[in-house]
């Protein structure tokens, strides 16, 4: 996946998400969990309030005692974070937990009523935070009523702790929960980006021949896609329809003036006039090779899931080829294997394999040979002959439609560059090289029927 992948950033939006959307959720429950654990210690202070409300005595001197002490034993050790302390406002008296040692608890001036808890957060021992409930309580003592302040208090930092212990034991199974979360949405992702894949499998099964247009099982999200790709492939194949059929005509158009011209200076050439009928020739001469290979281009049909043998076409024109004075003379070499075929139009291969044929038995000393090789899902084809070859500086030359660099052989000087429309019609290469046998060696390379 590349940075511009649909995949990827879609995956990345749903890692973001989930991580914000788990740390979010993972600071609630650490404040739901802390509120849960305040709560509880809450309730467990107010029944150390009530046991301690239930045991307020005095002696008989008058002094203020305890009947029964808390029975949690953090009461009893110094400094243990847990606290307690019984004020009486009326006589100053007051009784306190082992754990404040020699400290006391500095209460804020509160008059709570009697049946109502109030809470404080206090500093306490050691410069601890404490949560501290209290509560009001009058007692008789020989007739004379006594105000008690009642407080217990524990440290706060038991309760931090207790949310930082709950935060680390929650933040690996979030974490997994991340994982398994964005697994399932990676899943997710593939499957709702599935038909978007097949979508781009059919284009490359029509680009390859395999199929001519989508079919209509898409998804109702993406048939619009599918639809227009159909629609465009339409339109273009009556666009190049109309393309070839004007060319055709007109060039058909033009061969009847050509040949008229071609009777014109042929009698000026009767009547003596040379050189207006050598310029008028020059002139057809270009034209023509004009017409032929716009004539040449408009017979091209590329049609998508087209097929041609090889081996029979290549039988074919070299039959006629042989037949031809020069054809009789020459040892002809055929190559390829029986049942190999390439995604071409039967009459496209044989219109590139004649040209090429007929080039190199009209060059060739006494031999042609036509082979074939395949790699990497294509063909090569290769036409040579033991004639005297191109120099390499001339070999783009020849390409170029109409240039010929012997202008006493038949012909227009076309072939190759009839070639080279059917090949770039194609998507194939054209290249020029020595011959093993000593002469040029043409190698077309051209895509492979599916399936090789």
């Given at each position: 996946?590349?940075?511009?992948?649909?995949?990827?950033?879609?995956?990345?939006?749903?890692?973001?998400?989930?991580?914000?959307?788990?740390?979010?959720?993972?600071?609630?429950?650490?404040?739901?969990?802390?509120?849960?654990?305040?709560?509880?210690?809450?309730?467990e202070?107010?029944?150390?309030?009530?046991?301690?409300?239930?045991?307020?005595?005095?002696?008989?001197?008058?002094?203020?005692?305890?009947?029964?002490?808390?029975?949690?034993?953090?009461?009893?050790?110094?400094?243990?974070?847990?606290y307690?302390?019984?004020?009486?406002?009326?006589?100053?008296?007051?009784?306190?937990?082992?754990?404040?040692?020699?400290?006391?608890?500095?209460?804020?001036?509160?008059?709570?009523?009697?049946?109502?808890?109030?809470?404080?957060?206090?500093?306490?021992?050691?410069?601890?935070?404490?949560?501290?409930?209290?509560?009001?309580?009058?007692?008789?003592?020989?007739?004379?009523?006594?105000?008690?302040?009642?407080?217990?208090?524990?440290?706060?930092?038991?309760?931090?702790?207790?949310?930082?212990?709950?935060?680390?034991?929650?933040?690996?199974?979030?974490?997994?929960?991340?994982?398994?979360?964005?697994?399932?949405?990676?899943?997710q992702?593939?499957?709702?980006?599935?038909?978007?894949?097949?979508?781009?499998?059919?284009?490359?099964?029509?680009?390859?021949?395999?199929?001519?247009?989508?079919?209509?099982?898409?998804?109702?999200?993406?048939?619009?896609?599918?639809?227009?790709?159909?629609?465009?492939?339409?339109?273009?194949?009556?666009?190049?329809?109309?393309?070839?059929?004007?060319?055709?005509?007109?060039?058909?158009?033009l061969?009847?003036?050509?040949?008229?011209?071609?009777?014109?200076?042929?009698?000026?050439?009767?009547q003596?006039?040379?050189?207006?009928?050598?310029e008028?020739?020059?002139?057809?001469?270009?034209?023509?090779?004009?017409?032929?290979?716009?004539?040449?281009?408009?017979?091209?049909?590329?049609?998508?899931?087209?097929?041609a043998?090889?081996?029979?076409?290549?039988?074919?024109?070299?039959?006629?080829?042989?037949?031809?004075?020069?054809?009789?003379?020459?040892?002809?070499?055929?190559?390829?294997?029986?049942?190999?075929?390439?995604?071409?139009?039967?009459?496209?291969?044989?219109?590139?394999?004649?040209?090429?044929?007929?080039?190199?038995?009209?060059?060739?000393?006494?031999?042609?040979?036509?082979?074939?090789?395949?790699?990497?899902?294509?063909?090569?084809?290769?036409?040579?002959?033991?004639?005297?070859?191109?120099?390499?500086?001339?070999?783009?030359?020849?390409?170029?439609?109409?240039?010929?660099?012997?202008?006493?052989?038949?012909?227009h000087?076309?072939?190759?560059?009839?070639?080279?429309?059917?090949?770039?019609?194609?998507?194939?290469?054209?290249?020029?090289?020595?011959?093993?046998?000593?002469?040029?060696?043409?190698?077309?390379?051209?895509?492979?029927?599916?399936?090789g």
């Amino acid at each position: 996946m590349t940075r511009r992948s649909l995949r990827l950033r879609l995956v990345v939006l749903a890692a973001l998400s989930l991580t914000v959307a788990l740390v979010v959720a993972g600071f609630g429950l650490v404040v739901l969990f802390q509120r849960h654990v305040e709560r509880r210690i809450d309730a467990e202070l107010d029944n150390d309030l009530l046991q301690l409300a239930g045991a307020i005595g005095f002696d008989t001197a008058g002094g203020l005692t305890l009947a029964q002490r808390p029975a949690d034993p953090r009461f009893d050790q110094p400094l243990s974070g847990l606290y307690w302390q019984i004020l009486d406002e009326t006589s100053g008296q007051d009784l306190r937990s082992r754990s404040l040692w020699d400290t006391a608890l500095s209460l804020p001036v509160d008059t709570p009523d009697p049946t109502a808890v109030h809470r404080h957060v206090l500093r306490g021992p050691a410069n601890a935070t404490l949560i501290v409930r209290e509560r009001r309580l009058a007692a008789l003592q020989n007739g004379t009523s006594h105000m008690m302040r009642i407080a217990v208090g524990i440290d706060q930092a038991d309760v931090n702790q207790a949310s930082r212990d709950f935060a680390s034991d929650i933040a690996p199974s979030l974490a997994l929960l991340g994982l398994a979360l964005l697994a399932a949405a990676w899943v997710q992702i593939r499957i709702g980006l599935h038909p978007l894949e097949a979508v781009r499998r059919g284009v490359e099964a029509i680009h390859a021949g395999r199929q001519s247009r989508l079919p209509a099982t898409y998804p109702d999200e993406v048939l619009p896609l599918a639809n227009e790709i159909n629609d465009l492939l339409d339109a273009q194949d009556r666009a190049i329809a109309r393309s070839r059929s004007s060319a055709a005509d007109l060039a058909h158009g033009l061969r009847t003036p050509l040949t008229v011209l071609s009777a014109d200076a042929r009698r000026l050439r009767e009547q003596g006039h040379s050189d207006i009928a050598d310029e008028i020739e020059a002139l057809v001469e270009t034209m023509r090779r004009h017409v032929e290979r716009a004539i040449a281009k408009a017979r091209l049909h590329p049609h998508r899931g087209a097929t041609a043998s090889v081996r029979s076409v290549v039988d074919r024109i070299v039959a006629i080829v042989r037949r031809t004075p020069r054809g009789t003379n020459l040892a002809w070499e055929n190559e390829i294997a029986d049942g190999l075929k390439v995604a071409l139009d039967a009459d496209d291969l044989a219109e590139l394999l004649g040209n090429l044929i007929e080039n190199a038995a009209k060059w060739a000393r006494t031999r042609v040979r036509v082979s074939a090789s395949t790699t990497d899902g294509h063909l090569e084809l290769n036409v040579e002959d033991d004639g005297p070859g191109i120099p390499a500086a001339q070999r783009a030359a020849v390409l170029r439609r109409g240039v010929r660099l012997d202008s006493g052989r038949v012909g227009h000087g076309l072939g190759l560059a009839i070639v080279g429309d059917i090949v770039e019609t194609y998507r194939g290469a054209l290249s020029l090289d020595d011959g093993s046998m000593g002469g040029l060696r043409v190698t077309v390379t051209l895509p492979l029927r599916n399936g090789g």
